[in-house]
């Protein structure tokens, strides 16, 4: 009996932690700040004065 519910809670854990990680990536995806490629390559040179 233990075993079986042991089994259930690691198939529990098993498929959920997939779907929280996909939805936790999403949440990071959705607020990136998107900018052109100017902008791009002026913030990766780091010649601007702009605080970030």
Same mark, same amino acid.
């Given at each position: 009996?233990?075993?079986?519910?042991?089994?259930?809670?690691?198939?529990?854990?098993?498929?959920?932690?997939?779907?929280?990680?996909?939805?936790?990536?999403? @949440? =990071?995806?959705?607020? +990136?700040?998107?900018?052109?490629? #100017?902008? @791009? =390559?002026?913030?990766? +040179?780091?010649?601007?004065?702009? #605080?970030?």
């Amino acid at each position: 009996m233990a075993d079986g519910a042991l089994l259930i809670v690691f198939l529990l854990v098993a498929i959920a932690s997939p779907l929280v990680l996909y939805w936790l990536v999403r @949440a =990071e995806h959705d607020q +990136r700040e998107e900018m052109s490629r #100017e902008e @791009a =390559e002026r913030v990766a +040179r780091r010649d601007t004065d702009d #605080e970030r």
